[in-house]
């Protein structure tokens, strides 16, 4: 049976590696219902690599008695595992990523002053914003700020940011 463990954790361990390695986001596997997530390659994968893993450790760890709940529980544990990565990878596969930082989304943002703002002329400041440094043209809403003045952005026309000192 312990040749069995190894077998199963390996082949779990390729097929999670070879799915690691060309993964292009192209496929939709387990996109149907919750039956499909049983003909899914993530299940089967770590699937096997719980089943393995567990019977394994359970082998080596503990010498007495039958080997029947040893199995039992590998099994459960493979599933469990299989059914948790499969649904894991549905829900992450399903989200949208947007690291667009749009003008609205500068609203409220805090930043610094990097090129001084007069009265009626446009300065540059620095903000960051989901990951992201930007520096973008700003004017000021209540008179000049000087270079390295704390500001939050009040609005957003075009590309230029009308700010006010914090």
């Known amino acids: 049976m312990l ?3 190894l077998f199963c954790l390996l082949a779990g ?13 192209a496929d939709a596997d387990g996109a149907g219902g919750n039956l499909s997530l049983l003909f899914s390659t993530p299940f089967w ?3 096997f690599c ?3 893993l ?3 450790l359970l082998s080596l760890l ?3 008695g039958t080997a029947v709940p040893k199995v039992v529980l590998a099994l459960a544990m493979g599933l469990a595992m299989g059914l948790a990565a499969a649904r894991l990878l549905r829900l992450l ?13 500068l609203i409220g943002v805090e930043g610094i002053v990097t090129l001084g703002i007069e009265a009626e002329s446009r300065g540059f400041v620095e903000l960051k914003i989901r990951g992201s440094l930007i520096r973008r043209p700003a004017v000021s809403s209540g008179g000049p700020l000087p270079q ?3 500001i939050v952005v009040v609005s957003s026309e075009g590309h230029t940011l009308r700010v006010d000192r914090m």
Do not use: H, K, M, P
């Open 148 to 150: 390295g003045t704390r």
């Open 45 to 47: 994968s770590f699937g």
């Open 50 to 52: 719980g089943f393995g």
């Open 54 to 56: 567990c019977g394994l």
């Open 62 to 64: 503990s010498r007495n």
């Open 3 to 5: 040749l069995t463990y």
């Open 13 to 25: 361990g390729v097929l999670i590696a070879l799915s690691l390695e060309g993964d292009n986001g």
């Open 93 to 105: 596969g399903q989200r949208d990523a947007d690291s667009l930082v749009r003008s609205n989304d």
